[in-house]
């Protein structure tokens, strides 16, 4: 490492804060002249470093805030799927499952095969289609006959109006068909096909994903039965890239937990995952009499198991808004609580006075105010460097 240069003013006789701890202590230990007093206070020794210093120190800012103070509500919790990334895949056509492409446990991609269903309900509704198409076909023809001849004053008006009466009814008729066959899941691209002798038969309806997801739960078995709207899906696809954490609110911590309120879903004692309570159940459970607090968590590396019971942590509601700063940033110094400041090239040890203490968090009295730049992680190194420093100069702290 760099050398770490230690620029240490200050040292002029200066009353003492009238807040500060153990003076008369500090004033015995270091004679009547004490080279590191602060005024007004703020504190006189100032560590000069370098980039490169900084950065082997590990040093990162932060800022003073406001929000609660320690307070942490342990609950239990269960991994679901978001239900907003599941669907039920089943036929809209009853018919007799011909083939079937996908199984329990396979990856697909929206718009993949996972079987094949025959239906002559299918057939009957493409049949229709096409005869309306054909019908079309032979009506319009008699009615461009129909406008020009009337146009040239050589047919009556009664002959021009059946013929665009029957184009008409023509049209209505084909619109009805693809109705028809919109809701059995025939979009237009596949209708223009119909009449291709390439496609397959008529009756065959192609079931494809409707979204990209791993196959869950598959009920297709070749040569069954499947009718329309079963109440047990074909398929069922879920998407695990993000899921829910549903935790369990009892009685006494329903009043302690917020929306917006930080989470931590603790899968080991190493292994922690931290989020946010998304929502919280406006009612309590008929069954279990319990509130629901739910988070929404990014899965991409499959950390999270739908199904798993886990732990949750929950940030405490009424632990107030108070002016806060990371507990990692509070280092002793000559029995007071500091915190380093940036300043000019710098850092500077602030004296503060603490409240509240929390495991992440101490409540900030005096010394900073909300927005203030800190250090918030490497302060014990800079507290390490000024000591050795002083030392070396002859400074005791």
């Known amino acids: 490492m760099a ?8 040292c002029d006789d200066a009353p003492s804060r009238p807040d500060s701890h153990d003076h008369d202590e500090t004033d015995a230990d270091h004679g009547s002249e004490s080279a590191h007093d602060h005024e007004d206070g703020e504190a006189h020794d100032l560590i000069s470093l370098s980039p490169e210093d900084r950065q082997a120190l590990g040093i990162a800012l932060g800022a003073v805030s406001t929000g609660p103070v320690g307070g942490w509500i342990e609950l239990p919790g269960e991994v679901r799927f978001d239900e907003n990334r599941i669907a039920l895949v089943s036929a809209p ?3 007799v499952i011909r083939e079937v492409h996908a199984s329990m446990g396979d990856s697909v991609e929206a718009g993949d095969l996972l079987a094949i269903v025959d239906s002559r309900e299918l057939a009957e509704a493409k049949a229709a289609y096409l005869s309306a ?11 461009e006959r129909e406008r020009e001849l009337f146009d040239r004053g050589v047919s009556t008006e009664s002959r021009f109006q059946t013929a665009r009466r029957e184009l008409e009814e023509a049209r209505i008729a084909v619109r009805s068909a693809e109705f028809q066959l919109d809701a059995l899941g025939i979009d237009e691209a596949a209708r223009d096909t119909l009449a291709d002798p390439e496609t397959g038969a008529l009756s065959r309806y192609a079931l494809r994903a409707p979204m990209s997801g791993v196959i869950t739960q598959r009920h297709a078995v070749r040569g069954e039965f499947a009718e329309a709207g079963d109440v047990m899906p074909t398929f069922t696809i879920a998407d695990a890239s993000r899921v829910w954490v549903d935790a369990a609110i009892y009685g006494p911590d329903l009043m302690r937990v917020r929306p917006g309120a930080r989470a931590r879903i603790r899968l080991s004692e190493s292994e922690i995952i931290e989020t946010e309570v998304s929502f919280v159940a406006p009612q309590i459970g008929a069954e279990t009499r319990t509130g629901l607090a739910r988070l929404i968590v990014d899965n991409e590396t499959s950390r999270l198991m739908p199904g798993a019971f886990v732990t949750v942590e929950l940030e405490d509601g009424q632990a107030g808004r108070l002016l806060r700063a990371p507990a990692s940033a509070v280092q002793t110094l000559n029995g007071e609580s500091v915190i380093f400041v940036p300043e000019d090239d710098g850092f500077e040890p602030r004296p503060v006075r603490l409240g509240r203490r929390g495991a992440d968090f101490v409540e900030i009295v ?14 014990f190194a800079l507290k390490s460097e000024l000591q050795k420093g002083a030392f070396g100069d002859g400074h005791n702290h």
């Open 3 to 10: 050398a770490i240069s230690l620029a240490l003013a200050g």
């Open 93 to 95: 056509v009853e018919g």
């Open 133 to 143: 198409l054909a019908s079309l076909e032979l009506v319009r023809p008699e009615f």
């Open 366 to 379: 005096s010394g900073l105010q909300e927005g203030d730049p800190i250090v918030v992680t490497g302060a």
